[in-house]
């Protein structure tokens, strides 16, 4: 039996208030090319049906706990007069949590087929009572986000965080050398982000679920109050057309999380990076 102290509890109810926000986030690293280039791209990675679960753990000196689930579901559906993705994001605390700190977190983005930009993004979230909602519509010909809050300049292509998962799943890696440093921007919480990400090489990984070839990235954080800033977080993707993100690796204020992928279902490639499924 493993007793967990209350205070260590608080904290991970702190921890996975962010937890569905570092799979968006980590995910949105995997965009490898100028921001001028990250326009125009074709979807060749995911379709309609897709789902992605993950599993959350922190660790608490020696020992990693499960903190929480996050899962994204893909389906095509109109939106206006565009075929959009629509994709919902969920996260929530495990059971074992939930009468100390429950959160149930939700995003959606639709993405505009054609461009794979997108056109709106949804932020609806409750941690721990605290709730969030924040409604954005994107005009991307005049370079605008209008929100729940008021209308904001954004740059040409931009992205939310979580239309950029699925965007940046389409990028072709092998025109990057280890080393390589991109710029991407994005649009959360009324604000545009301008950060980078590191291409770090391939390598080959263990995770929850099986041994992976994997290309292996790095972002930059920006310093919180859960994330040390700096290029700390490791992010580690499969090494095949689908380019789903497998494990995460970042060290927090108090600790470090760890993010791995545990389940999936109509992938739009054959998963060709798994070398070996666990048992």
Request: hydrophobic share 40%.
């Amino acid at each position: 039996m493993v007793f967990v102290k209350k205070a260590d509890i608080c904290f991970m109810g702190q921890v996975f208030k962010v937890c569905f926000f570092i799979v968006a986030f980590i995910c949105i690293t995997l965009h490898s090319q100028a921001q001028a280039d990250f326009c125009g791209i074709k979807n060749t990675s995911f379709q309609h049906g897709e789902k992605l679960e993950f599993k959350v753990y922190y660790n608490m000196g020696r020992l990693w706990v499960g903190a929480g689930l996050a899962s994204f579901e893909t389906k095509l559906e109109n939106y206006g007069n565009k075929k959009v993705y629509h994709v919902v994001g969920d996260g929530k605390t495990l059971k074992s949590y939930e009468w100390f700190y429950k959160v149930r977190d939700k995003y959606e983005t639709f993405i505009d087929v054609e461009t794979m930009l997108p056109v709106k993004f949804v932020r609806n979230v409750n941690e721990g009572g605290f709730k969030i909602y924040n409604n954005v519509t994107f005009n991307q010909n005049i370079g605008q986000a209008v929100s729940t809050n008021g209308v904001f300049k954004v740059p040409r292509c931009i992205q939310d965080v979580l239309s950029a998962i699925f965007y940046a799943r389409n990028i072709d890696y092998s025109q990057y050398k280890p080393g390589d440093k991109i710029p991407f921007s994005m649009f959360l919480d009324d604000e545009v982000f301008n950060l980078y990400i590191r291409y770090m090489g391939k390598e080959k990984i263990t995770t929850k679920y099986g041994t992976f070839n994997t290309i292996k990235i790095s972002p930059l954080l920006i310093e919180g109050t859960i994330f040390k800033g700096g290029e700390k977080m490791m992010v580690w993707v499969s090494d095949d057309a689908n380019h789903l993100p497998v494990r995460v690796d970042s060290p927090i204020l108090v600790g470090s999380v760890k993010v791995d992928l545990v389940g999936y279902e109509r992938l739009r490639n054959p998963l060709t990076s798994l070398i070996k499924k666990q048992k």
